[in-house]
Nanobody, 124 residues
């Protein structure tokens, strides 16, 4: 399984970005997906997760109401729509996949495969 994240960039506070994560393979619909982020000098943290069907989502408290995770199984792609961005959202964002049929949890150790990360910078 290979993951390719994209869509990061520089945006002013209050702005929006949409991240994409393309996952290789024909079994995409059997995998839950998680988004994590890591700010400079900080540990990587859970941002959002989505079930394999897309019917269940979960968010970190810090992004609830501002970020939306979704997926298009026909395109092997998961999206993270980020609105009302704040400077504290600045980080490298990673998508990750746990084992097949496993749920997307907040625990980093759940995940088996990781994308390369995409930088998001929010200016004040």
């Amino acid at each position: 399984v290979q993951l390719q994240a994209s869509g990061g960039g520089l945006v002013q506070a209050g702005g929006s970005l949409r991240l994409s994560c393309v996952v290789s393979g024909r079994t995409f619909s059997t995998y839950a997906i998680g988004w994590f982020r890591q700010a400079p000098g900080k540990e990587r943290e859970f941002v959002a997760g989505i079930s394999s069907s897309g019917g269940s989502t979960d968010y970190a408290d810090s992004v609830k109401g501002r970020f939306t995770i979704s997926r298009d199984n026909a395109k092997n792609t998961v999206y993270l729509q980020m609105n009302s961005l704040k400077p504290e959202d600045t980080a490298v964002y990673y998508c990750a996949v746990p084992a097949r049929y496993a749920p997307a949890t907040m625990r980093e150790t759940t995940y088996r495969y990781w994308g390369q990360g995409t930088q998001v910078t929010v200016s004040s």
